[in-house]
């Protein structure tokens, strides 16, 4: 993953600069879990960070992969599961370095993540996220409304998103802009469920 030129992102762990870390699991996931639309499956979040979502998945049975870049929060993530009894895969990576196409997903949850990259990565990153899963695979994505140019985090317009995760690739399945919003540092997320085309 790109890093911003000023602070990597291990730096920022270190001076507690984690503006994106909202301390708990999202909301979003909490409600999709909730609704049975994301049931146990081979799942992979890519930037975890401290992974709240991690555990809350692992405990339901999921077989979680979490991919960060900085060894802080992998190191956090690790011990937080082993306190709790749980069993995740945590790797320590760039995901752009790591190859799934032998073994794709059935799920992959995505948030701060695509947003924390500069807009000219998004390409790579959508096709990355698309080789990972497999036919029919879900992507559940929350995509960030800062509304003010330049970042991290990068604003995600929902127009951009729909280019960006195109029909020929993607189906669409849920993302109603209307729908409650789970508010970050003064700052929207949208989610949204997209399912892999053949």
């Not at 870390?21 to 975890?48: A, T, Y």
């Not at 692992?58 to 870049?69: L, S, T």
């Not at 330049?150 to 127009?159: L, Q, R, S």
């Amino acid at each position: 993953m790109q890093q911003t030129p000023e602070l990597s992102w291990e730096e920022r762990y270190q001076a507690h600069n984690t503006g994106w870390d909202r301390g708990e699991v999202s909301l979003n996931l909490i409600q999709w879990l909730e609704s049975g639309v994301l049931k146990p499956c081979r799942i992979m979040i890519p930037g975890c960070g401290n992974g709240y979502e991690v555990l809350t998945l692992a405990k339901q049975g999921f077989e979680v992969v979490a991919i960060d870049i900085a060894p802080t929060p992998v190191k956090n993530l690790r011990k937080a599961l082993a306190d709790a009894g749980l069993t995740a895969e945590v790797i320590e990576s760039d995901f752009f370095d790591l190859d799934f196409r032998d073994k794709p997903f059935d799920a992959i949850y995505e948030q701060t993540c695509l947003c924390a990259l500069s807009p000219e990565l998004w390409q790579k990153f959508e096709t990355w996220l698309y080789d990972s899963l497999k036919i029919n695979g879900e992507l559940f994505s929350q995509f960030m409304q800062t509304y003010r140019e330049g970042g991290p985090p990068f604003h995600c317009d929902m127009e951009d998103m729909r280019q960006l995760f195109d029909k020929q690739h993607w189906k669409w399945v849920n993302c109603n802009e209307s729908q409650i919003m789970t508010v970050l540092n003064n700052k929207m997320e949208i989610p949204c469920l997209l399912r892999k085309r053949a």
